[in-house]
């Protein structure tokens, strides 16, 4: 009986320590960001005064940015798409269609660089107020 329990003991702590091994050499889960919505964020944009808050504004925005450089290019696909699709060659609507979503493909990089501006704009606030 004692035998058996030391051997289980053993085991029990090479597994543990097996777990604890891997569990270290494994990288740690990207934190996916906070949703905020709309009135949450404008809340919190009139409000923040800690680095913590600014933190939070900047993730939304570059969460926004890659939101938005993500349907840039799900508009960049759409262009080649049309482009290369041959019953709308010599088509008159081919020309507009393209047009769109060449418009778009600019708007939501456009978009995208000032959501980055903005990000990097509250994580100076961030760092400025936590330095008073």
């Known amino acids: 009986m004692k035998r058996t329990f030391a051997i289980l003991s053993v085991l029990s702590l090479a597994i543990v320590m097996t777990f604890a091994a891997v569990g270290q050499t494994t990288p740690a889960p990207k934190i996916k960001p906070e949703h905020l919505s709309k009135g949450q964020f404008n809340s919190l944009i009139s409000t923040a005064k800690t ?50 979503c060449e418009y778009f493909v600019q708007t939501f990089k456009d978009l995208a660089v000032k959501s980055q501006e903005l990000a990097q704009l509250h994580e100076e606030m961030a760092t400025q107020t936590g330095q008073k």
Not at 55 to 78: G, N, P, V
Not at 85 to 95: F, T
């Open 51 to 100: 680095p913590v808050e600014h933190h939070r504004i900047a993730q939304f925005y570059q969460a926004q940015a890659q939101d938005y450089l993500a349907q840039s290019k799900e508009h960049e696909a759409m262009v080649a798409a049309y482009r290369s699709n041959p019953s709308l060659v010599n088509n008159k609507n081919q020309a507009s269609t393209i047009n769109h």
